[in-house]
């Protein structure tokens, strides 16, 4: 017989495991990645595997060479992170600067601040907010999809870059959605132009459903973003539908979904706390669509979870759940 | 063009003095006063903030000093007599100066002789530890070896020696503050007298349970057999409770009881040569036939 | 009527009630029996008896030690060898009387008949001094000398009577064989404790893992005609059988911070301590034995055990095969909030419930990784505590910060550490947390009461001159 074993209570672990959660993402990644294959073929297979790859090298080399800690990479955060950069993306993303991109996320959003757990943005957006204010024009460069087989890249802008160029030209919000032809139908299962991940509403809910029947998240900070961002846009529009856009157009337009499904949720940079969720959530909703019909740049999801993150601990602190007996 | 750069200009002037009049009349009227010399005392202060001498820190422990009529209770162990003769002159006290101090480990129970019996796999604290229970070795007295002393300590002078398990002070380094002590929850961490030249003799154990129990858990535990005590001809050793304890005061290092424990559970440092035993144990035996010789005489006489 | 339980958090660990078939065998004694003097919450109780003296099963062994303390009887019949120190199952060295058996000699006043006695005396105070005298603590797992529990302090009324038959720790069966097989005599305590308490209802909790023993507890109570004690079923979750939670459960209303269970108006008493109070009560018979399941997924034998308080675990372990070859953690109680046992030489105690094996897959730890806020502490805590928070302020010693964020308040029962993905110790470090929470919560008491007495002390001789004019 070995030497027994001696430890304090309990002598039992659940399942749970950094990893398993990780991989529940990456799981619940998939539909969305799959489709933005299926729909922008092989250029947006090598950003997602440049962006990938490049994540977890520079994972493995910053704790192997500057931390000197053991390596993180089973873990699979960063396997994450390179995903969520990769389909924040256009596809016709450069491999370099989808690279750069890596190197912001991992190498200045995360391990800068001490690795998984220590940051306080969500380090695949700080990557595509950087890459947006640092190369507009390869961010912006939005093509229709072509399909896996296709011939043709049909460049043009998203539906939000549309109504914000429409409407600087002082057009009403009728006309332009009439002149691209929107229609919502096409905008739930995907075929609108915008970044890889925007590209098929139904499949990254299908993986928001999943997290939450596994409970990796809980569904308060995405239901309430979604609910002020239809809120806020139903009381403009019913003020103005021919200056602002209406609620069901702002839901499925837009990284809005992939943001309040995949990024606001992020556990290392969201509140734990019930009414801390739904505050951030409601944030984050309030500036999207502040940014949206007021800002210069067409889209505010990632900015609008950026300056929320920022709040994160300041919410940590105001709210707690209740204690038992208090 | 002008008019702006005009304009900027003057805002930002008159803003910088307004806000220069609220600092200063805040400034004012919320100053508090204080004793200059609180200032003078902290400065030749170490600055460690350690709370080896039992305040939140150096500024504490300034406040409290000029505060007190003496210094009698005040000491700062880390920056020692000068530090203190500093201190006194500038309060204009007078200052006893205290015999330097060194943190001493009393256990010297390393793997092999004191086998580990179980495998602790909890958090790695020594406070976790013994809460839990009395350890993975058979002595249920001895280091716990997770290393909340060397965790303590601020200075770097206590670290964990993978090969005994057990920790190491680098004397050179410790300031004697006391963090160690009051982190081992096995109280095994003694401040001793570093001694002349840093020689000096302690047990190495705290181990009360009887000899054989504590012979059979470790090695060279102390088993309070007493033969130090007897040998010894300052009257530094006493047992009590199974465990014997030299008094620094009245140690003269002779060596002697170093050489006659049978579990090598007292340890002598320091000293310029290895300790010949033999030679040792030589001496003690002939002074033991003098005196029983001049014992025999007495009784003639 | 949807079932019941507790508000806040909680976990649902695999019940893995392999032991749930088999019947209670008795152990017969060990040839020499290592009895505690320290087998309840409080004071150790003193020896009453000497190194030569021939004892009975029954007879007292030693007296309580003080307010909070409780009587130890002998569990055997035979000689007193020695009375000393001997380590406990963490290796501390507690008194034990050491007895070698001779025969199975029982004190004359106890009744060893299997017939059921259900007239209940009337005189609560003599059953109080019953129980008292019978050495009955709650066997729960907090072993609380059960006649204090029973002696409400004035001005708190009980309205409610919990019979706790949660079991929710995993692997336990112990209580669950005792309902199934002792359902009477545990109805009879519970009547007997529902009337000391001034015949207030009772209500038997059991989780609805357990149907055969809500079903025959229905059926006993209806039989025996007890109108005031109701069987509740309550959702399976772990820690259902926590006194706080179990109270919230029954009655949906939650237990102050720092108040006893009376404050609102429950009083909880464990399955075995029932069965306890019936036996010490109606049959005169000290509590020298209880239940214990001996279980675990390597073990090859799956049963429930009647042992004599002060048998060596070893003793039980070797009767029943020897130690399984992959076990690596023995463990005192369950899963959860049982004790790893460090010495096998240890004997049982009054509150043992369960001998649990466990293998290095099971029950090793994984390396620690960082905290990554997923709030699954938060989530699980049953108290609403925040345990990454707490492992925080526990780590840099913040009393003040602790005790703010009620580190005083965790029960211990493991949730957080059980849920931690990053598998950070959690309740490790939160237990010097808690510790030092207290601390400073006793001092402030202490203090306040000093004070109080000192303002007493200058009142009184100001008083004395009065009367003195």
Not at chain 1, 287 to 302: A, H, Q, W
Request: charged share 20%; hydrophobic share 45%.
């Amino acid at each position: 017989m070995s030497k027994l074993l001696v430890s304090p209570s309990p002598h039992i672990h659940s399942k749970d495991s950094t990893r398993s959660l990780m991989l529940d993402v990456v799981i619940a990644l998939l539909p969305a990645v799959l489709c933005s294959f299926v729909f922008y073929g092989w250029r947006e297979i090598l950003v997602m595997a440049v962006s990938v790859c490049s994540c977890l090298l520079l994972e493995w080399a910053i704790t192997r060479f500057l931390l000197k800690k053991p390596s993180t990479l089973c873990d699979l955060s960063a396997v994450v992170t390179g995903i969520l950069l990769g389909l924040n993306l256009p596809y016709t993303t450069p491999w370099w600067v989808v690279f750069v991109g890596a190197v912001v996320a991992i190498g200045v959003a995360k391990m800068t601040f001490g690795g998984l757990g220590q940051n306080i943005w969500n380090p695949a957006l700080v990557g595509r907010v950087f890459l947006l204010v640092s190369f507009p024009t390869y961010m912006t460069t939005w093509s229709q999809p072509q399909g896996l087989f296709g011939v043709d890249a049909v460049t043009g802008p998203t539906p939000l870059g549309a109504i914000n160029e429409g409407l600087m030209q002082g057009a009403t919000v009728q006309d332009i959605m009439a002149q691209n032809g929107y229609d919502y139908g096409q905008m739930l299962f995907a075929n609108l132009g915008g970044s890889a991940g925007e590209v098929c509403a139904i499949a990254l809910l299908l993986g928001f459903v999943y997290l939450c029947v596994r409970r990796v998240i809980k569904p308060w900070i995405t239901l309430s973003i979604f609910a002020t961002v239809a809120l806020t846009a139903l009381i403009f529009w019913g003020v103005n539908p021919a200056r602002f856009t209406g609620p069901v157009f702002n839901l499925l337009t837009g990284g809005l979904i992939l943001g309040a499904c995949f990024m606001a949720t992020d556990y290392v940079t969201s509140p734990m706390s019930l009414w801390g969720g739904v505050v951030f959530g409601v944030g984050i909703g309030f500036l999207t669509m502040m940014i949206r019909y007021f800002g210069s740049y067409p889209e505010g999801v990632s900015f609008a979870i950026l300056i929320m993150n920022s709040f994160v601990p300041l919410l940590n602190r105001a709210f707690h759940q209740k204690k038992f007996g208090r | 063009m002008t008019h702006t750069v005009i304009w900027t200009i003057a805002i930002i002037t008159v803003l910088g003095l307004v806000l220069a009049l609220v600092l200063y009349l805040v400034a004012k009227k919320f100053k508090v006063e204080e004793d200059p010399r609180i200032d003078e005392v902290e400065k030749v202060m170490p600055g460690a903030n350690c709370g080896g001498c039992g305040f939140a820190g150096c500024r504490a422990f300034a406040e409290a000093a000029v505060k007190a009529p003496n210094l009698d209770n005040n000491f700062c162990p880390v920056g020692g007599n000068d530090v203190m003769a500093q201190v006194a002159a500038i309060l204009g006290y007078e200052v006893k100066a205290k015999a330097p101090q060194v943190a001493v480990v009393r256990c010297n129970g390393t793997c092999e002789a004191r086998p580990r019996v179980n495998e602790y796999d909890g958090f790695a604290s020594c406070a976790v530890k013994a809460a839990l229970y009395a350890g993975d070795t058979g002595c249920a007295f001895g280091c716990l070896g997770c290393g909340d002393c060397a965790a303590a300590c601020q200075f770097g002078a206590l670290s964990m020696d993978s090969a005994t398990g057990l920790p190491v002070v680098d004397e050179t380094k410790c300031t004697a503050c006391g963090a160690c002590v009051k982190a081992c929850p096995k109280k095994i961490i003694e401040l001793r007298p570093k001694g002349p030249r840093g020689m000096r003799e302690f047990v190495s154990c705290v181990n009360k349970d009887k000899g054989p129990v504590a012979k059979k858990a470790c090695q060279s535990a102390c088993i309070g057999c007493g033969l130090c005590a007897k040998t010894c001809t300052h009257e530094a050793i006493t047992v009590e409770g199974n465990l014997a304890w030299i008094d620094p005061a009245k140690c003269k290092l002779c060596r002697e009881c170093e050489a006659v424990c049978p579990t090598g559970a007292i340890h002598g440092v320091n000293f310029p040569k290895p300790l010949d035993k033999d030679a040792v144990k030589a001496r003690i035996a002939e002074r033991k036939k003098k005196a029983a010789e001049a014992a025999k005489e007495a009784a003639h006489e | 009527m949807s079932k019941h339980t507790f508000a806040i958090g909680g976990v649902h660990p695999h019940d893995n009630k392999l032991a749930r078939d088999s019947r209670i065998e008795i152990l017969p004694p060990a040839p020499t029996m290592y009895i505690s003097v320290a087998q309840h919450l409080g004071a150790p109780a003193q020896p009453v008896v000497a190194v030569g003296d021939k004892v009975k099963v029954g007879q007292v062994l030693a007296g309580p030690g003080g307010f909070v303390s409780a009587y130890v009887h002998s569990p055997v019949s035979g000689t007193v060898k020695s009375i000393g120190p001997r380590p406990d199952l963490a290796g501390r060295p507690v008194p034990h009387i050491e007895i070698a058996v001779e025969g199975d000699e029982w004190m004359e006043d106890i009744d060893t008949s299997d017939n059921l006695v259900t007239d209940l005396p009337a005189d609560n105070a003599a059953i109080i001094e019953k129980i008292h005298k019978a050495g009955v603590v709650g066997l729960g797992g907090a072993t609380f000398p059960t006649h204090i529990k029973l002696s409400p302090p004035p001005g708190s009324k009980c309205e409610r009577i919990i019979i706790n038959g949660c079991e929710c720790e995993p692997y336990l069966t112990s209580d669950y064989r005792v309902l199934l097989e002792k359902g009477e005599q545990v109805a009879v305590g519970a009547a007997l404790i529902a009337q000391v308490m001034g015949n207030v209802p009772c209500t038997i909790a059991i989780e609805e893992n357990k149907p055969e023993a809500i079903a025959h507890m229905r059926e006993v109570v209806a039989k025996l005609g007890y109108k005031n004690i109701e069987v509740m079923e309550l959702k399976m979750r772990y820690p259902q059988g926590s006194e706080k939670q179990l109270i919230d459960a029954v009655m949906h209303r939650q237990v102050r911070s720092g108040g006893l269970p009376i404050s609102v108006g429950a009083v909880v008493q464990n399955v075995g301590t029932a069965l306890a109070v019936y036996e010490a009560v109606q049959k005169n018979k000290p509590l020298i034995d209880n239940t214990i399941t001996v279980t675990g997924k390597c073990f090859p034998k799956q049963v429930n055990l009647q042992v004599r308080v002060g048998t060596p675990f070893s003793y039980i372990i070797d009767s029943l095969g020897g130690m399984p070859e992959d076990a690596v953690k023995v463990i005192s109680g369950g899963p959860m909030m049982g004790k790893a046992i460090a010495n096998l030489d240890a004997s049982t105690l009054k509150g043992t419930s369960a001998l649990l094996f466990l293998t290095e897959k099971e029950t090793r730890r994984a390396p620690e990784s960082a905290c990554i806020r997923c709030g699954k502490c938060a989530d699980a805590c049953p108290m609403g505590l925040e345990p990454f928070l707490l492992q925080k302020l526990s780590r840099i010693a913040d009393t003040e910060a602790l005790e703010a964020n009620a580190a005083q308040d965790c029960i211990e029962c493991g949730c957080c550490l059980y849920s931690c993905p990053a598998h950070i110790p959690l309740l490790d470090i939160i237990r010097t947390g808690k510790g030092l929470a207290l601390g400073a919560i006793r001092a402030r008491a202490a203090a306040a009461k000093a004070a109080a007495e000192a303002a007493k002390s200058s009142v009184i001789p100001s008083e004395a001159k009065e009367s003195k004019k």
